[in-house]
């Protein structure tokens, strides 16, 4: 587990420094490290979520770099697997899984995050009777609508677009 510290900590210093490049390709070496760990240093869904957060991190650093596209696959199947038990506690990562997605063309997998990830904010902003909730889950689920459309899945661009008319209406 040092040499995840380490990493992490050569990420900082890059991105202190103004490196952003790379301090993403550190970031990369520290979400791969946590996938090498084993059961007894750490309980496997903490090291794939904090996995997950350290290529979100390094996708968002490598923004317009080469080797994006490499590391949008190994940040595509670390989100795919901590999707596995549903978008609960991950909205924020289904978000901009989905955009991030969008962005390299992928809008049938953006769809899928997107669209899961409104249900659950939807959901969140029903039982809360939250407005700021209720307008983020009608932008989701534009965007999975958006998403949806440009992958031609047009069953999930249908409810998509329904649901965020709903969300429009004012609340019951």
């Given at each position: 587990?040092?040499?995840?510290?380490?990493?992490?900590?050569?990420?900082?210093?890059?991105?202190?420094?103004?490196?952003?490049?790379?301090?993403?390709?550190?970031?990369?070496k520290?979400?791969?490290?946590?996938?090498?760990?084993?059961?007894?240093?750490?309980?496997?869904?903490?090291?794939?979520?904090?996995?997950?957060?350290?290529?979100?991190?390094?996708?968002?650093?490598?923004?317009?770099?080469?080797?994006?596209?490499?590391?949008?696959?190994?940040?595509?199947?670390?989100l795919?697997?901590?999707?596995?038990?549903g978008?609960?506690?991950?909205?924020?990562e289904?978000?901009?899984?989905?955009?991030?997605?969008?962005?390299l063309?992928?809008?049938?997998?953006?769809?899928?995050?997107?669209?899961d990830?409104?249900?659950?904010?939807?959901?969140?902003?029903?039982?809360?009777?939250d407005?700021?909730?209720?307008e983020?889950?009608?932008?989701?689920?534009?965007?999975?609508?958006?998403?949806?459309?440009?992958?031609?899945?047009?069953q999930?661009?249908?409810?998509?677009?329904?649901?965020?008319?709903?969300?429009?209406?004012?609340?019951?």
């Open positions: 587990m040092d040499r995840i510290g380490i990493y992490q900590a050569l990420a900082r210093c890059h991105e202190k420094l103004g490196d952003v490049k790379s301090a993403g390709q550190w970031r990369r520290a979400g791969s490290a946590y996938l090498t760990l084993s059961d007894d240093a750490m309980a496997k869904d903490e090291r794939q979520y904090l996995s997950l957060v350290e290529y979100r991190n390094a996708v968002q650093d490598l923004a317009g770099d080469p080797s994006l596209k490499e590391i949008a696959g190994e940040y595509k199947s670390v795919a697997e901590n999707w596995k038990g978008p609960e506690g991950l909205t924020h289904g978000l901009f899984g989905g955009v991030f997605l969008m962005g063309g992928d809008h049938a997998a953006a769809a899928r995050y997107l669209f990830s409104a249900e659950a904010i939807s959901e969140q902003a029903t039982e809360a009777r407005p700021a909730l209720r983020a889950a009608r932008r989701a689920y534009e965007l999975a609508h958006e998403a949806a459309m440009k992958s031609g899945n047009m999930v661009a249908q409810v998509a677009k329904v649901r965020a008319t709903d969300l429009a209406q004012p609340a019951p």
